[in-house]
């Protein structure tokens, strides 16, 4: 897997691509890429069209970026769409473990040094982390 610097400019969203994405998606997105830069390639094929990472590619042009990192499959066609819909299914499939996101979170939200982590960033909105962020305050079950 060789890993390219692209121009955005000669990359196309799959135009088949069964995930669609909200102006609330990529809104999370642009603001993930802005705070941490791309950490993850899309992946394409050799025409430029991206399975993976269209959602990125589409807040990277909001946000005026000219450039992504990008790998190209050697899949062919159908294995590359079956790729896609999995790479889209798969992180469905998963849930956060409350308490370990509640505790994590808090963390981020403390600042000892001055380097912000700004959680909103992160892809939950102000409501949802502050339902999040809610401390249990009921006495333990007893048994």
Known sequence: MKVEHLDIARLV????????????????????LRQFGQQKPIVLDNTGTV?????????????GWTKLYGVRSGLDARKLRAYALADNRTQELSDFDETLLRQQLREL???PDGEDVVLYDLGWTE??????????DAPPEST
Do not use: F, K
Not at 51 to 63: D, K, M
Not at 127 to 136: F, G, K, V
């Open 13 to 32: 969203p799959d135009p088949e691509n069964a995930r669609r994405h909200t102006s609330e998606s990529i809104g999370a997105i642009a603001r993930s």
């Open 51 to 63: 399975y993976a990472g269209s959602g990125t590619l589409i807040a990277a042009q909001q946000l």
């Open 109 to 111: 939200s403390y600042v």
């Open 127 to 136: 409501a949802e982390l502050a339902a999040l962020m809610i401390e249990d």
